[in-house]
């Protein structure tokens, strides 16, 4: 038998076992949820603030108190809203996506602006080019618009309020994309020039700087778009980040001394820990695997959204969720004791959004060693 006639036949008999052999892997998507699949807490109809967006859609928020939209199989459309077309386009894999209004606020449409944000599971390092794409369907008879974004933060944005966010995008999609209820795929690259931790995606002009094209025979005067597979990659080279700093590297614990961890970060409203927060969590367990015989209080902050029974009881859920957490990786729960003030011991204004991303932390105090 010919040498290449024995090879064929030894790779029928003997398949690969392996079937990416050969293939490169897919780069590492930095957004969690990337098609909106998981949920924090069950849809049960249609959203009406910002907060039954970040309630419902885990790791993704609203940065203002518009509110974007989820569909899925529990999502219940209005009929006002189905009759113009909310819900007839399908998701691009899965069975959920988000939607989001992108421009009429001339118009006088309540929610004129909305957007979705999510903490990356690792902040942008500067200097390191990175891949972007997103999946997006427009709503038919909607109106066209050129000028979708993405955005960056180093803090959460939450502004409490309804009007634009306007800011200089990073990426843009520069084109209009055809009104026929089709995914289409936005992507584009990019060198990041500073750190950041949270991406944002939606229209970041105003209406007049806002580039349109006004719908065809329809009384909608407003710009809606589906998203769904949002992605954020690193391209080789890959540039390495400077070593996390850790709080707790130079902390020199005494009975009385307190430390602020200010890098667990909880999903919305809620005691489950975002993806980002297992690197605080780890440098606390290996800070106490280093003092076996010290006793530990964790205390939990809120900012002031929300009233003062509800803020208390958060932090003390919260404070709680982190002993528990400890536990389980084998910490004595003598050793641990949790408290929480809500939002009676601000370390900054409230007045912000950044003030209050400072003001949601942990503090730990040393109680013995």
């Known amino acids: 038998m010919k040498p290449l006639l024995r090879f064929l036949l030894l790779l029928l008999l003997y398949p690969c076992p392996n079937p ?3 293939q490169k892997s897919p780069p590492e998507n930095l957004v969690p949820n990337p098609g909106f699949e998981e949920y924090s807490d069950q849809p049960s109809g249609w959203y009406y603030s910002g907060h039954d967006f970040s309630r419902v859609a885990m790791y993704w928020t609203s940065p203002t108190a518009a509110s974007p939209d989820i569909y899925g199989p529990k999502v219940q459309i209005p009929k006002s809203w189905s009759a113009v077309g909310f ?20 118009k006088g449409k309540p929610h004129c602006r909305e957007y979705v944000q999510v903490q990356l599971t690792e902040p942008l390092v500067p200097g390191q080019r990175y891949g972007f794409s997103c999946m ?14 993405l955005c960056f933060s180093e803090h959460e944005i939450d502004e409490g309020a309804h009007e634009p966010i306007l800011k200089e995008p990073t990426l843009s999609l520069d084109r209009f994309l055809p009104s026929d209820g089709k995914w289409y795929r936005w992507s584009g690259q990019f060198v990041a020039g500073k750190t950041a931790s949270y991406l944002l995606i939606g229209n970041f002009k105003t ?10 025979r329809s009384d909608i005067r407003y710009g809606y778009y589906y998203l769904d597979d949002v992605r954020l990659f690193k391209i080789p080279p890959i540039v390495i980040p400077p070593p996390l700093d850790s709080t707790l590297a130079n902390f020199v614990p005494r009975p009385g001394e307190m430390v602020t961890l200010s ?12 993806p980002r927060a297992l690197v605080q969590l780890d440098q606390l367990l290996a800070f106490l695997h ?21 803020n208390h009881d958060l932090s003390m859920r919260r404070s709680a969720a982190v002993v ?29 959004s950044l003030g209050r991303s400072q003001n949601r932390r942990v503090e730990i105090k040393v109680i013995s060693m």
């Open 20 to 22: 990416s052999f050969g």
């Open 87 to 106: 819900g007839k386009v399908k998701s691009y894999q899965g069975s959920s996506h988000a939607g989001i209004t992108v421009y009429g606020c001339d």
């Open 136 to 149: 997006l369907a427009h709503l038919e008879k909607s109106v066209l618009v050129r000028n979708i974004g």
């Open 207 to 216: 209406d007049e700087d806002s580039q349109v094209k006004m719908p065809y």
């Open 263 to 274: 890098r667990i970060y909880f999903e919305y409203d809620r005691t489950d820990f975002m």
């Open 290 to 310: 280093k003092y076996p015989t010290m006793h530990i209080e964790i205390i939990g902050h809120t900012d002031n959204m929300g009233t003062d029974e509800y």
């Open 324 to 352: 528990s957490w400890l536990v389980k990786k084998g910490i004595s729960r003598s050793r641990l004791t949790s408290s929480g003030f809500g939002s009676k011991q601000p370390v900054t204004t409230n007045a912000t």
